[in-house]
Nanobody
Framework: QVQLVESGGGLVQAGGSLRLSCAASGRSFRSYALGWFRQAPGKEREFVSAMTPSGETTVYADSVKGRFTISKDNAKTTLYLQMNSLKPEDTGVYYC?????????????????WGQGTQVTVSS
């Protein structure tokens, strides 16, 4: 079973950048679908980005397309989310997620394993 630990969150000004990391334990990392979600205060958790096990297919929410990039390093069993041109509306707790099905689903119901989250705050 994969376990996930996020890091890299923090406070940044609008227009700035952050890179989130999600360290995974477990030998099955390579075969899992991986994703990022976020939850703003008072709102439901929402899909941000996901990628297939091969990394060949990536998907993004419209709100982050062109600004965020999902990637992974199989050797380090780490998932990343590079966030550029950050906006105040990107503020929230960011969660990484994994699913053994290997199938991308743009909804939290499609992911079985979750990290504890890391806070991202973008000031205006």
């Amino acid at each position: 079973q994969v376990q996930l630990v996020e890091s890299g969150g923090g406070l940044v000004q609008a227009g700035g950048s952050l890179r989130l990391s999600c360290a995974a334990s477990g030998r099955s990392f390579r075969s899992y679908a991986l994703g990022w979600f976020r939850q703003a205060p008072g709102k439901e958790r929402e899909f941000v980005s996901a990628m297939t096990p091969s990394g060949e297919t990536t998907v993004y929410a419209d709100s982050v397309k062109g600004r965020f990039t999902i990637s992974k390093d199989n050797a380090k069993t780490t998932l990343y989310l590079q966030m550029n041109s950050l906006k105040p509306e990107d503020t929230g707790v960011y969660y990484c997620a994994a699913d053994p099905s290997g199938i991308i689903v743009e909804d939290e119901s499609g992911f079985e394993i979750w990290g504890q989250g890391t806070q991202v705050t973008v000031s205006s």
